[in-house]
């Protein structure tokens, strides 16, 4: 498999195990280190694992379901980094509250052997048209 092909499969695991609400799965697909940084739409940024992990705990307590569909997908690989841009299209059920919204999405990824782990996720939504 290519190095990009891997990247994107690293990419699905991760939103395979956001939509399952996995904590276990989640400590898998991150890297654990202090370098470790993600920005949840409406969070303030959140550094190192511990913080990460936690916001991931929170965020799983207090959806009954969340569903993707990822669009305009595009990795990058360059040596030991990579990363991937994505539109999260998303159905999810919050509280009861069932909404669908789009988010733009950057994923970063670092090797770690023959792994991809995902070492910063940065997401915001979609506000409308862009510059002119």
């Known amino acids: 498999m290519s190095d990009d092909a891997e990247v994107v499969e690293a990419n699905a695991r991760f939103y395979r195990a956001f939509e399952a609400l996995?904590?276990?799965e989640?400590?898998?697909?991150?890297?654990?280190g202090e370098h470790v940084k993600c920005v949840h739409p409406g969070w303030p940024l959140l550094s190192g694992w511990?913080?990460?992990?936690?916001?991931w705990e929170t965020i799983f307590t207090n959806t009954e379901e969340m569903r993707f569909?990822?669009?305009?997908?595009?990795?990058?690989?360059?040596?030991?980094q990579a990363?991937?841009?994505?539109?999260?299209?998303?159905?999810s059920d919050v509280a009861g509250r069932?909404?669908?919204?789009?988010?733009?999405?950057?994923?970063?990824?670092?090797?770690d052997g023959?792994?991809?782990?995902l070492v910063h996720h940065h997401a915001s939504h979609i506000l409308g048209g862009g510059p002119a």
């Open 50 to 55: 511990e913080a990460v992990r936690e916001s």
């Open 98 to 111: 069932v909404t669908v919204t789009a988010i733009l999405a950057t994923n970063l990824f670092e090797r």
């Open 114 to 117: 023959a792994d991809w782990r």
């Open 26 to 32: 989640m400590d898998r697909v991150w890297a654990h």
């Open 69 to 80: 569909t990822l669009s305009n997908v595009s990795a990058v690989v360059g040596g030991h």
């Open 83 to 91: 990363w991937v841009t994505c539109t999260e299209n998303i159905l």
């Open 22 to 24: 996995d904590i276990a």
